[in-house]
């Protein structure tokens, strides 16, 4: 009996579809015929916290996300992020930027933790979306960065005249660069340092004073 009902409702469709007609309103589709579909009726889902799944066409709560900590991971690091939020049921999954985050554990209706993937190559923010078992899906924004680890210059080695105990650095001669001004109370001149382009400092003419500073302070003249 149930094989004859299925090809009943298959010819039926067949004909109604040649008739330029739909069988979606017959069978609980999208048209306006079919009261119960949030997708042909917007209306029934005018609550704020109420979105419409276009899925299973029935209104349901709206996911938020409104914080992720921390915000950002090392390059080729894992990282425990916590999400807070509202609305969050067991079975949600999460990805940064295209990529799955494991160990996805909803704590409650208002948080989840989940381990950020591994990534590396590029420092440009990336979109954290959520979605739930039902298929609603929420693309809260690109919220997370992956940065590589601070990487240090060499020591520049550089000799001065006297054991200083003030040091300024600003860029004294205008060429875009840092340079360093060290002086001590011991003498009455002030060793230059000038920065150049490899990153290295090369010694200047000293300025003279005509007595031993005490202080040292910048300013424009």
């Given at each position: 009996m149930?094989?004859?009902?299925?090809?009943?409702?298959?010819l039926l469709c067949l004909g109604i579809v040649l008739t330029s007609a739909s069988c979606e309103a017959l069978f609980g589709g999208l048209s306006q015929a079919n009261p119960e579909s949030c997708v042909a009726n917007p209306e029934l889902c005018q609550a704020s916290e109420s979105v419409c799944n276009e899925l299973t066409r029935e209104c349901e709560p709206a996911l938020r996300l409104e914080s992720i900590s921390p915000r950002a991971a090392l390059y080729?690091?894992?990282?425990?992020?916590?999400?807070?939020?509202?609305?969050?049921?067991?079975?949600?999954?999460?990805t940064i930027g295209g990529r799955s985050a494991t160990q996805v554990q909803v704590v409650s209706a208002t948080q989840l933790t989940a381990m950020a993937p591994v990534f590396r190559g590029s420092k440009e923010r990336m979109e954290v979306i959520l979605t739930a078992p039902s298929g609603q899906k929420l693309s809260a924004g690109k919220l997370f960065h992956y940065f590589p680890f601070p990487q240090f210059a060499p020591v520049i080695q550089i000799s001065s005249p006297t054991t200083s105990t003030m040091f300024r650095a600003a860029d004294f001669n205008q060429d875009g660069r840092i340079d360093l001004a060290m002086s001590s109370d011991a003498v009455s001149s002030v060793a230059m340092f000038l920065g150049q382009q490899s990153g290295t400092l090369q010694p200047a003419a000293p300025v003279p004073f005509l007595t031993r500073p005490f202080a040292m302070a910048l300013g424009d003249a």
């Amino acid at each position: 009996m149930r094989h004859r009902a299925d090809i009943a409702r298959t010819l039926l469709c067949l004909g109604i579809v040649l008739t330029s007609a739909s069988c979606e309103a017959l069978f609980g589709g999208l048209s306006q015929a079919n009261p119960e579909s949030c997708v042909a009726n917007p209306e029934l889902c005018q609550a704020s916290e109420s979105v419409c799944n276009e899925l299973t066409r029935e209104c349901e709560p709206a996911l938020r996300l409104e914080s992720i900590s921390p915000r950002a991971a090392l390059y080729d690091k894992e990282v425990m992020v916590t999400i807070q939020g509202r609305n969050f049921v067991p079975g949600m999954t999460l990805t940064i930027g295209g990529r799955s985050a494991t160990q996805v554990q909803v704590v409650s209706a208002t948080q989840l933790t989940a381990m950020a993937p591994v990534f590396r190559g590029s420092k440009e923010r990336m979109e954290v979306i959520l979605t739930a078992p039902s298929g609603q899906k929420l693309s809260a924004g690109k919220l997370f960065h992956y940065f590589p680890f601070p990487q240090f210059a060499p020591v520049i080695q550089i000799s001065s005249p006297t054991t200083s105990t003030m040091f300024r650095a600003a860029d004294f001669n205008q060429d875009g660069r840092i340079d360093l001004a060290m002086s001590s109370d011991a003498v009455s001149s002030v060793a230059m340092f000038l920065g150049q382009q490899s990153g290295t400092l090369q010694p200047a003419a000293p300025v003279p004073f005509l007595t031993r500073p005490f202080a040292m302070a910048l300013g424009d003249a």
